[in-house]
């Protein structure tokens, strides 16, 4: 079962443009995580939100997450062609639970 | 320096053999996963395991098998039952005491294909 479904799937900007992708899930969570996916690679952890915090900040990383929606949201500020990667949400997380991944959005910053 | 090692990296079968891929952390995490990934699309969860001599099922765990005897490393048999395996396996760990973040470190995958 998928627990966190990305939107958009597909996002293409221009260098220096912020780009804003969107999680949503079905249960309740303890944590949200944001990872990242360069082509054929493995994933690397960009942030982590507590099923307590509103938002939180991570150099030109900004997510939020809203429980009553259950949604959440990765904002990365002044794009870089180097950020072109896919962006995947996940949920669960704690020291007992088992991970699910979302189907991830594909960014691609144009320089 | 501490991470996760998969092998191999590229590996292609017949059908009809079971393979065996191969997941190594030296980061002293208790907990372990196997994903699947199919191309342009999500993670799905094979098997984990949080403690050795233990481990779960996944959402898609038909078709495969695991072992935990040691804590460093858990191996992922993808076995001939399972009908459409040509995918990129990814293995990951968590650490699972107090001070955990929760984060998952992640091996650079395995690309099986059947021929």
């Known amino acids: 079962s998928q627990q966190g479904e990305e939107d958009p799937q597909a996002l293409s900007i221009q260098e220096g443009e912020n780009a804003t992708m969107n999680c949503s899930y079905k249960?309740?969570?303890?944590?949200l995580q944001w990872y990242r996916q360069n082509s054929g690679r493995g994933l690397v952890h960009l942030i982590l939100?507590?099923?307590?915090?509103r938002e939180k900040h991570s150099g030109r990383l900004r997510v939020t997450l809203d429980t009553s929606k259950k949604s959440s949201s990765l904002l990365i500020t002044a794009s870089r062609a180097a950020d072109t990667a896919s962006y995947f949400c996940?949920?669960?997380?704690?020291?007992?639970?088992?991970?699910?991944f979302g189907p991830g959005t594909s960014l691609s910053v144009i320089p | 320096d501490g991470g996760i090692t998969q092998s191999p990296k590229y590996l292609f079968r017949k059908e009809g053999q079971n393979v065996t891929l191969s997941c190594e952390q030296n980061?002293?995490?208790?907990?372990m996963y196997w994903y699947r990934q199919d191309p342009g699309q999500g993670l799905r969860l094979i098997y984990y395991s949080q403690i050795v001599n233990d481990f779960q099922k996944g959402d898609i765990a038909e078709g495969y098998s695991v072992s935990r005897e040691k804590k460093e490393s858990f191996p992922l048999t993808v076995t001939s039952a399972q009908k459409n395996p040509t995918a990129f396996y990814l293995c990951?760990?968590?650490?699972?005491?107090?001070?955990?973040?929760?984060?998952?470190?992640f091996g650079e995958g395995s690309r099986l294909t059947v021929l």
């Open positions: 939100i507590r099923s307590n915090e």
């Open positions: 980061l002293n995490h208790d907990a």
């Open positions: 990951a760990s968590k650490d699972r005491g107090r001070t955990s973040t929760g984060e998952l470190f």
């Open positions: 996940a949920t669960g997380g704690t020291s007992y639970d088992k991970v699910i």
């Open positions: 249960t309740s969570i303890n944590n």
